[in-house]
C-alpha cells in the first residue's frame, strides 16, 4: 500500500526487517496486556487524566519514530507509509466526504449495530477515559488527532503492508492488522476487542481502496475526537 505508483510486487515486500516488527508488536501487546491487567489504559484515573493523556500522545508518538526509523533502513519516508496528496482543495474535500461517508456506514452502522448485537456496554476503564471541563476536552482533542495520525500510520500503514508481505495477499494484511488493533485496545474488554477487531479491518479496507491513509486518518479523529465528547456527554 505504500505509495500510489507502487507495483503489485513493491507493495508484497516487507518494508522493514522482521526484527523491527516483532518489537513494534511486543510494545502493542504490552501495552494492552498491561491495560488489561489494570483495567485501565496507561494508569489513567479520575485524577490522572490529563497526565495520561499526554503519556499516550508520547508513547504514541514514540512508536512512530521507531518506525520511521525502521521504514528509513528501506529508503522509504513517512510520506510514503501515508501517500495520497491534498495539493488542491478538492482532494482534501474529497477524502472528508469519504471519511463521514465511511464513519456514518461502517462506524455508526455496523459497528454500533454489532455492538447492539453483542450487548457491548462501557466498562469503567472507558469511562474514566473520557475528558471533564475544558482543559481536558483540549487535551482529548489533541489526543484524537494523535490516535488518528499515529495509529493509522502504525496499523495500516507499516503493520497492514508487512502483514501483506508475509502472506503475500492484500487481504492477510488486512486481516491481521485488524486483529491487532483489537487486541492492542486490551482495557476495554473482549466485546470491545472484537468490535475494534472488524473497524480495523474495515479501516484497512478503506486504505487498500484509497492506496491513501488520508480518508481513516479523519474518520479515526471525528471518531475518538467528536464521538469521545458525545460518548461522555452520554455517559455522565
Not at 518489537?23 to 488489561?36: K, M, R
Not at 518506525?67 to 482534501?92: K, Q
Amino acid at each position: 500500500m505504500v505509495a500510489t505508483e507502487t507495483t503489485n510486487d513493491s507493495r508484497q515486500r516487507p518494508i522493514a526487517p522482521a526484527w523491527h516488527t516483532i518489537i513494534v508488536l511486543l510494545i502493542l501487546l504490552g501495552l494492552s496486556i498491561a491495560g488489561a491487567r489494570s483495567q485501565n489504559l496507561l494508569g489513567i484515573s479520575t485524577h490522572q487524566r490529563a497526565a495520561g493523556y499526554a503519556l499516550i500522545m508520547v508513547v504514541e508518538w514514540v512508536t512512530v519514530a521507531f518506525i520511521w526509523y525502521g521504514v528509513s533502513r528501506r529508503g522509504l519516508r513517512m510520506s510514503d507509509l501515508i501517500a495520497g496528496s491534498w495539493a488542491r482543495p478538492v482532494a482534501f474535500l474529497r477524502d472528508l466526504g469519504i471519511a463521514l461517508a465511511f464513519l456514518i456506514i461502517c462506524g455508526m452502522g455496523v459497528i454500533n449495530g454489532l455492538g447492539y448485537l453483542l450487548k457491548a456496554a462501557p466498562n469503567q476503564a472507558i469511562r474514566n477515559l473520557y475528558p471533564h471541563g475544558h482543559v481536558e476536552v483540549i487535551l482529548w482533542l489533541l489526543l484524537a488527532l494523535t490516535a488518528g495520525f499515529c495509529e493509522e500510520v502504525i496499523f495500516r500503514g507499516y503493520l497492514q503492508h508487512q502483514f501483506t508481505a508475509l502472506t503475500r495477499a492484500a487481504m492477510g494484511g488486512i486481516v491481521l492488522q485488524g486483529i491487532v488493533f483489537g487486541v492492542s485496545h486490551g482495557y476495554q474488554g473482549w466485546k470491545f476487542m472484537l468490535l475494534i477487531s472488524v473497524y480495523g479491518i474495515l479501516f484497512g479496507l478503506l486504505a487498500q481502496w484509497r492506496r491513501s491513509l488520508r480518508p481513516g486518518m479523519i474518520t479515526h479523529f471525528l471518531q475518538d475526537g467528536v464521538g469521545g465528547l458525545i460518548a461522555s456527554h452520554f455517559l455522565r
